[in-house]
C-alpha cells in the first residue's frame, strides 16, 4: 500500500514513552538514512525513510497542552507550517489513514477499543506499525483485527475474512523510559521473512534513536520486558530474575545495566529523583507496579537481592495476566 502523501507517522496514546520516542526522532532527523532499493513493491522505490511530519494523538486536554509546550520548537517555522500535530483521539483513524508508519502507545487496555474504531482495520492495512503495548503481541493484535464486524473496515462492501495476515506489518517492541535520553534497552521480536525492506530499516532507525536494541524471540518477550523495563522502576539491575525467567545470565547482566544506565542518565541529564523515575514507568495496575509491592516490603523479603528477583518474579506474572486478558478482549 503506497502513501501519496508527505511522508508521516502516527502516534496513538502519545503518553511518556511515544512521546519520548517522537522527540529522539526529531532530534536525530538530520541522522535519516538514505532510501534503499528493495525488491518486489519496494524496487525502484527513492521514498524518504524517515516522516516529516508527525500526528500526535491524546486522549486528554492536558495531554495536548503538555505536548504543545514540549513540541513547540518544531512548529516555530519561517512557513508557519506545523512539523508535530496535536490531535484529540476522536482523530485517531484520521491520522493512521494519513500516516506510513503507526507508533501505538496507548494503555494495553485502551489497544481493542483503538482497533475497533470505524475504519481503523483498513486504515493500519499496509502501515508499518510498531507496537510498544505490554502483552499485546503480534497474535493478540492480529486477532483484534480480523475479528472486527464488515462495518468496522472502512470499506463498503468488504468482508472481514478477505483481511489478509500478510497486509499488516507489525513490530512488537518495549522500550523503556530511557528513551528520551537515547539510552533505552529495548527488546524486539524479529521480523518475519518478507518484511517490507523500507520498514526493516525505518524501524531500525527509529529504535536506533532511543537507545540500544535486543532482539529476542517471542517466548522471551516477557522475560526480556521486566529485565530492560521494569528495571528502571525498580532503580536497580536486577539480572536474577531476569534469569530466572529463561535469559542466559550474562545477557540478563548486560540487558539489566543498559537499562540502568539510561536511569542514571536520566538522572544526571534531567535532575530526575528515583521517584519521579518510578512515577514514569509504574503504571497503575502494571507489571512495574506489582514488582514494586514487593519491594515495599523488602525487610520482610529477607534481604534487597531476593526482594528484586520476587519483583521480577511477581511484574513477569502480570505480563503474562495482560497477554491473557488482551486474548480474552479480543475474542
Known sequence: MTVDLEPTMAVIGCGSLGSAILQRVLETSNEQP????????DSGSEEPLLPTRFLACVRTAESASRL?????????????????????????????RQASAVILGCQPSQVAQVVAEKGMTDALRGKLVLNIC??????????????QPPSSSGVSGADAAERKREEYYFVHA?????????????????RPAGFPERYNVLTDWILGSIGHVTELPHNLMAAGTITAGCAVGFYAPSPRGGKAA???GDLALRM????????????????????DLIKEVATPGGCTARGLQVLAGKERAGNVATAFEMAMKKALARIFELEASSNGNSS
Do not use: C, H
Not at 520548537?73 to 490531535?87: C, L, Q
Not at 505490554?134 to 475479528?147: F, H, K, P, Y
Open 68 to 96: 504543545e509546550g514540549q513540541f513547540a520548537a518544531y512548529n516555530n517555522t519561517k512557513d508557519d507550517k506545523k512539523v508535530v500535530n496535536i490531535w484529540r483521539a476522536d482523530r485517531n483513524v484520521e491520522a493512521v
Open 174 to 190: 518495549m522500550p523503556n523510559a530511557a528513551s528520551l535520553v537515547g539510552q533505552s534497552e529495548t527488546i524486539v521480536n524479529p
Open 246 to 248: 529463561g535469559l542466559d
Open 34 to 41: 538514505q532510501s534503499e532499493q528493495g525488491d518486489g513493491s
Open 256 to 275: 539489566a545495566a543498559q537499562a540502568m544506565k539510561g536511569a542514571a542518565e536520566m538522572v544526571l541529564a534531567q535532575n530526575k529523583t528515583p521517584d
Open 134 to 147: 505490554a502483552g499485546i503481541t503480534d497474535t493478540v493484535l492480529w486477532e483484534m483485527i480480523s475479528r
